[in-house]
Structure formats: structure tokens, C-alpha cells
């Protein structure tokens, strides 16, 4: 059993620099959190204060129950996996492994079940005896996960843990923390600013900003429901176009007028509109890049682009355009669904047509950026 509840945590550094404020969450048991946000938005900050690295301005960090906030973090039965490894160059990676059981005096027998247990999870069983400086980056964060792993920890830290891997043993370690997670029955608490890390690995993901949650929730619900235009903007890449239009209500139906198209908003998001009683108005529109497609000059949803740049990315197209007002807006269009020719005229210069349906649309608040539906 492991629970974690943080109620109205602060930091401030110094004077007055606030790190994290207003920070309330009730993590559950096993349950795999991940805080994202940009670089210095308090992540690292609100995990070290978890782990007792550093102290808690105001509120309260209880673990299952109990208040750590002047615990030592030996004493707070967490274990923690750093960016930068933090191995001990001298020791072997058995050595590395067992060193927090030495201290505890835990005998030998334990200590060797322990270590070789974690490294065969791990897969790292043959570089025992091994050296750090022996190993490659992916093996070295093994090591470093193994070393938090044998400790039996109710709680399970990690910042950054991949940002030093390169892209493609980063996907790999990402596959094997989701293995991992299954295989160790604990809480998980991430630290990325990465959002395709916190989408993959969360079971719940805190999107913060400027020391603040701005939402909490399932990957799902924070795709497909962001609270405001800065996590709509930061989870899902290429980031979501938006742009300002207006929302008008006919006859109980309510249209978008983009750059002069007119675009229904159909399905389920027609009817949260309705049941909202939104008026409409001046709105900011918000549209992922893949839920755009392309159109004809003759279809009065379509919106005239030029291309600027095609990146082609293997199974799709990543067609950056420009709208005739100097808006840029970028659509992605899987390349399966495209003829020889249409495939070429895709080109520097060329007009296409594009569209997108209204179920797919996001609205948000045009002064306060807050989603409209939320
Ligand atoms: P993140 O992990 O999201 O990148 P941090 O938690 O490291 O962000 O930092 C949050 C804010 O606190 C930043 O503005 C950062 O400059 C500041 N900060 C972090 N550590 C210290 C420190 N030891 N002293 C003063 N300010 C700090």
C-alpha cells in the first residue's frame, strides 16, 4: 500500500521565488503519475519536495497517511531514479545495487537474492560485475532503476529518467518502464518534460505550468478535453492550430466561420454547445493537425492554403501551410490515402484545400483561453 497526498503544497526559494503553489493531488495506490510541463514550470521542484530533498514551504506531502513534511527521505520509503544516473564509478554494478542494503545491514544471503532478482528483471544479469563506466547510457539507467528497485520502496520516484538516452533507446526504456510497472507492484511518480513520455506512461498526467496544475487527468481525457489552450497547445504533436473565428448559433445549429468557410459543428460537440447554452461569439478554434483533411475549391468548409514546407515522415505527410491572412497552420495527412498525382502536386508554392469536421473542433474562451466546454 502506497498512497500520496500533497494538499495545498508551496515552494518558494529564497524570498519570493514561487516554484510551486496550490498544488492538491491524491495519487492512489500502484497508480503511475507523471508530472509534465515545460523546463522550470516546478516538476522536478514538487518531486523533491516528495522525496524530502527539499523543504516544503507551506502544505502538506502525507505518504499512505501519514505527514513526511520533516521526515528524512530515508525514513519516507521512497526510492529514487535520477537523469544523471548518480552511479558509483568505483563499485561494480552489483556493488551499485546493493549499496543502500549495506547500509542497512541486511545479510548477504538477502542482499544477494535481491540484487539478482532485480538485475533479471532488468535484463542486466551478465554486466554484474561489470564496472559503470563498462556499460552503454540504456544500461547504466537500468542499473540506476535496479538500485531503486532492490529497496523495496512503497513509492517510486523518477526525473527525467530517459533525457539522457538518444531517441531511439529512449522509445525502448519507455517500453520497458511500462514492462517494469507491471512487473513491480508500487507507486510510480515521473518527472518529464516530455509530453509523448507522459501520454505513453501515465496512468493520470499533471500538466503544470508557471508552478501551477493547470489539469489532471487520463492521457484520453486530457487529449480530448483540455482544460485551456496552454495543455491543448503542449499535449500532442505538431502542436494543435488554432485560430480566432467566430461561433454562430442558426436555427439550433451552431458553425464555425474560418477564414471565410463555414463549417457545421456536428456530433457531440454540437450538443455540449447546445447544452452549455453557449451563445457564440468571437472564439478561439482549436484543431489537431491530424484531424485536418483535404478538400476542394467548390466545398464551402474548405479553407485555401499554400504550402510551404512538406515533410515527409514515411507513413504520413506533415504539410506546413499558410492561410491567405499570414496564418500558419499545419496538416497531417497519412500518405496511404493519397494518389500518385495528388502525392506530387503536395509541393513548395501549390494552393490546397483544407478542411476538418466538426466533431473534431476544441473552443476555447478567445480572452481567457479556457476550453468552452470544460
Ligand atoms: P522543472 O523541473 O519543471 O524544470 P524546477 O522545479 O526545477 O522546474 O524549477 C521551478 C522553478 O524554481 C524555476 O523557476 C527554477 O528556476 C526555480 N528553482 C529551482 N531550484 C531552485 C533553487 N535551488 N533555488 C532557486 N530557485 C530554484
Known amino acids: 500500500m502506497a498512497t500520496v497526498k500533497l494538499t495545498n503544497v508551496k515552494k518558494i526559494y529564497g524570498k519570493d521565488t514561487v516554484a510551486v503553489q496550490d498544488f492538491n493531488l491524491d495519487i492512489a495506490d500502484k497508480e503511475f503519475i507523471v508530472f509534465v510541463g515545460p523546463s522550470g514550470c516546478g516538476k522536478s521542484t514538487t518531486l523533491r519536495m516528495i522525496a524530502g530533498l527539499e523543504d516544503i514551504s507551506d502544505g502538506t506531502v502525507e505518504i499512505d497517511g501519514v505527514v513526511v513534511n520533516d521526515l528524512q527521505p530515508r525514513d519516507r520509503n521512497i526510492a529514487m531514479v535520477f537523469q544523471n544516473y548518480a552511479l558509483y564509478p568505483h563499485l561494480t554494478v552489483f556493488e551499485n545495487m546493493a549499496f543502500s542494503l549495506r547500509l542497512k ?9 535481491r540484487v539478482t532478482a532485480a538485475a533479471e528483471i532488468l535484463g542486466i544479469t551478465e554486466y554484474l560485475t561489470r564496472k559503470p563506466r563498462a556499460l552503454s547510457g540504456g544500461q547504466r539507467q537500468r542499473v540506476a532503476i535496479g538500485r531503486a528497485m532492490v529497496r523495496d520502496s512503497k513509492v517510486f520516484l523518477m526525473d527525467e529518467p530517459l533525457s539522457n538516452l538518444d531517441a531511439k533507446l529512449r522509445n525502448q526504456m519507455r517500453a520497458e518502464i511500462i514492462l517494469l510497472r507491471q512487473k513491480i507492484d508500487t507507486t510510480f511518480i515521473y518527472v518529464t518534460h516530455d509530453q509523448t513520455e507522459a501520454m505513453t506512461l501515465g496512468d493520470r498526467i499533471v500538466i503544470m505550468k508557471d508552478g501551477f496544475i493547470q489539469q489532471v487527468g487520463t492521457p484520453t481525457e486530457v487529449f480530448d478535453m483540455p482544460i485551456n489552450l496552454f495543455v491543448a497547445e503542449f499535449i500532442g504533436a505538431p502542436k494543435m492550430n488554432t485560430f480566432k473565428t467566430n461561433l454562430i448559433c442558426e436555427d ?9 468557410a463555414k463549417i457545421e459543428v456536428t456530433g457531440k460537440k454540437g450538443e455540449m454547445l447546445r447544452e452549455a447554452g453557449i ?22 468548409a474548405a479553407i485555401p492554403c499554400k504550402i510551404t514546407v512538406n515533410e515527409m515522415m ?37 494552393t490546397i484545400y483544407v478542411t476538418f469536421e466538426g466533431k473534431v473542433m476544441h473552443f476555447f474562451d478567445a480572452e481567457t483561453e479556457k476550453n468552452l466546454l470544460v
Do not use: A, C, W
Open 105 to 113: 545491514k541486511v545479510p548477504q544471503d538477502e542482499v544477494y537474492e
Open 252 to 260: 439550433g445549429k451552431y458553425y464555425v466561420t474560418p477564414y471565410g
Open 279 to 300: 451563445k457564440g461569439g468571437e472564439i478561439l478554434l482549436g484543431v489537431r493537425p491530424e484531424h485536418m483533411t483535404l478538400s476542394t475549391k467548390d466545398d464551402p
Open 314 to 350: 514515411g507513413s504520413e505527410l506533415h504539410l506546413h501551410v499558410v492561410e491567405d491572412n499570414g496564418d500558419k497552420l499545419i496538416v497531417r495527412i497519412p500518405t496511404v490515402t493519397l494518389e500518385d498525382d495528388q502525392r506530387k502536386s503536395l509541393v513548395f508554392g501549390n
